[in-house]
DNA sequence: CTGAAAGCGCTTACAG
DNA sequence: CTGAAAGCGCTTACAG
């Protein structure tokens, strides 16, 4: 294969050094003057040999690259849970290009490796200007590293550990949880239930935070709402809810989709039409149900603002401070709520 | 945060020079030969330093740089026709993870620039160590050139521009189509339709080749099975088609789907109940109803396949020959067909 | 067995 | 106005 044009290809064929070919390329015309004649023929030289500069040797040497990285912890594209990541992707793409920037995805472990790879992985995410992070758990010490060398780094989804230091850019279940609750609460609702998973993501913790404060707030027993279950046991409750008078039941929305699925079905399985027999919630938008009361979580967006939020860091002149930003819920109305 | 430690650092602390360091680090014990306490000093002070390579550098120094391009013509992520391109995404990571491969997204032009921006996010590939190209036009001119200066490509796709020489993993629509009509021929239909998009992909034309191969083997009126349409007009059609006793309608699937779902929609608005009134299939397998004949595009497999080829040529030491892959459908009985 | 040196392709002071 | 030189942190011949 023919090398690939460099600046010294360039400049050889122009007649000038390969210094001032980077001049010129770069547009670091900062204290720099060049004539006007030389500056032409450097640029029809490059465009002649169809130079395209290499982007590592180009951050070795400076900075910055024009690449974002993005580190998913398990799949990018995972095919279980496609629904809910897709429109993150795609926002992060549609800001990736406004900003004129390349994404590089690292494939680091597929789940395939042992999790000590992954410190590798991650610090290979090094080779781009900044990288956004997905995943529910973070692996402390090369996120850790990554910050202490001062690399831009936001986290796509609400972060807590490393004391804060992480950036990320979030949603806000707590606020959009609570409101689904005070709506309940106002058509009358007093026993009401809420179904969350086993797992103790932070946007799980956030939702129930919301959902226990809007219940304090009414004076409701806090203690009878909060219920934690797996898909299978779903039919039971619903049945054993029927006994102790729920009129109204609220979900978590996770990013499978299970749950939420398991509790309409078994809804639907127990004679029960909503809003009548039962009001539903769900602390989402599952997915095939747009006619479920709840919320939409702005996915798109999200991954448009932890692109900014990424770029913003990378050009920032002085000393980054972590940056943490929520972005609100988009309340869905829906047919499945109705008076107790 | 103090710098990051270098080779240099660590060879200063073990008395040692830098490339002796970088020998042992590396693990290049080719043809070299290293003390073992010089090995262990090396490795403890690295240990001690919190040595980390700098991929970057690494990068630079050697030849290769593990990253695999991946360019689409709209969006990477586009979200009219996610179903169509999702698991073909879903494959190419799948493989690339597998061969310790990052991915690069392009997202050059989203639509938004002139053509003429192609050409230089095209040649950007060339960071890469090859590139995947997903699209149904080929702008030929940057493509030339990078299949001129050697660059590694695979397009996914059956691609016959430039005489040939763009290798490429496509579908073979041509076999899998004609299987079909086959298959209504022996059930006895003679009036088949074949309703085809006004749209000239390779993968239309491939597809009405099929038809059109099986019919004349069936020695039926070619003249009159195929019928271009646009989605608005299908109703008209079904309705035209009862009145010439047509019992069977073969359509093809579209990266939108919209034809089929169009022709699915006027069929039961017809009352038509398949496969009793009228046999249906369709050339590929439409969202959400996984119950019509036809047959499945191997999308995930396309992409796994891409990656392997992609690599192939990278990795290949002799002259790289233009490679062309067609992959086979996976037949779908379904429950759409019947005897005529 | 180990080191001095060149080089990967750029950027960035520093000289003219 | 432009060039020679150093340097980014590593790898890889090439010498001892």
Chains 1, 2 share one sequence.
């Not at 032409?40 to 040999?49: H, P, T, W």
């Not at 995972?78 to 290009?97: C, H, M, Q």
């Not at 395939?112 to 790879?117: G, I, Q, R, T």
């Amino acid at each position: 294969m023919a090398r690939a044009p460099r600046q010294a290809d360039i400049a050889a064929a122009a007649g000038v050094s390969q210094t001032t070919v980077s001049l010129i390329l770069s547009g670091n015309t900062d204290g720099v003057r060049l004539s006007e004649s030389t500056r032409q023929r450097v640029l029809k030289a490059a465009e002649k040999l169809g130079y395209v500069p290499d982007p590592v040797a180009t951050r070795l040497a400076s900075s910055r690259n024009h690449m974002l990285g993005v580190y998913t912890f398990a799949s990018a594209f995972p095919t279980d849970v496609d629904g809910f990541y897709y429109p993150i992707l795609v926002g992060i793409e549609e800001e990736a290009a406004a900003l004129g920037q390349d994404l590089v995805l690292f494939t680091g472990t597929g789940g395939l490796e042992a999790p000590a790879d992954d410190k590798l992985a991650i610090r290979r995410t090094r080779i781009a200007d900044g990288c956004l992070f997905f995943g529910r758990q973070v692996p402390e010490e090369p996120i850790d590293w990554l910050l202490g060398g001062g690399f831009p780094l936001v986290y796509i989804g609400r972060r807590d550990e490393l004391g804060g230091r992480i950036p990320f850019v979030g949603v806000d279940y707590v606020a959009a949880s609570a409101a689904v609750v005070d709506r309940l609460v106002e058509l009358g609702h007093r026993e009401i239930r809420y179904l969350r998973s086993e797992d103790d993501a932070p946007s799980s913790s956030d939702r129930e935070e919301g959902v226990l404060a809007a219940a304090e707030k009414a004076e409701l027993d806090a203690r009878r709402i909060v219920v934690r279950a797996e898909d299978a046991e779903v039919a039971a409750l619903i049945e054993r809810w029927r006994g102790e008078g729920v009129t109204a039941v609220v979900v978590e929305e996770t990013d499978t989709g299970s749950l939420s699925a398991a509790l309409l079905d078994a809804v639907a399985a127990a004679g029960l039409r909503p809003p009548d027999d039962l009001s539903l919630a769900v602390l989402g938008q599952p997915k095939d149900h747009p006619e479920v009361s709840g919320f939409e979580v702005p996915r798109r967006e999200l991954g448009r603002r932890a692109v900014r939020l990424l770029v913003d860091q990378i050009t920032a002149s002085g000393p980054r401070i972590a940056e943490h930003v929520l972005l609100d819920c988009i309340p869905v109305a829906g047919s499945t709520i109705g008076p107790a």
